[in-house]
Nanobody, 122 residues
């Protein structure tokens, strides 16, 4: 099975930057994409960014132009570079291993990290 551990969260002022890391170990055949989600209390977990095994990336509209998802060549680590942070970005961020469908939709598998807290102060 896949094991994921997030790190890199913390407290940052609005306009600042953070780089989140997701250390991955293990593998299963069906995994062909990774994603970053975030969640705030009382709301559904939100898909923020995805990257496929082929390097294709996708982002939710609210972070386009500010966040960048990337990975190392061996998929040992997936990153989320977050720039120009806003207070609205405050959340617990989770790494996920999943699948990309033929149509390009991301489907999370039940592989999650423990989450890392990102707090953006105004």
């Amino acid at each position: 099975q896949v094991q994921l551990v997030e790190s890199g969260g913390g407290l940052v002022q609005a306009g600042g930057s953070l780089r989140l890391s997701c250390a991955a170990s293990g593998s299963i055949f069906s995994i062909n994409a990774m994603g970053w989600y975030r969640q705030v209390p009382g709301k559904q977990r939100e898909l923020v960014a995805t990257i496929t095994s082929g390097g294709t990336t996708n982002y939710t509209d609210s972070v386009k132009g500010r966040f960048t998802i990337s990975r190392d060549t061996a998929w040992n680590t997936v990153y989320l570079q977050m720039n120009s942070l806003k207070s609205e970005d405050t959340a617990v961020y989770y790494c996920n291993a999943g699948q990309i469908s033929y149509s390009g939709s991301y489907y999370p598998r039940d592989y999650w990290g423990q989450g890392t807290q990102v707090t953006v102060s105004s």
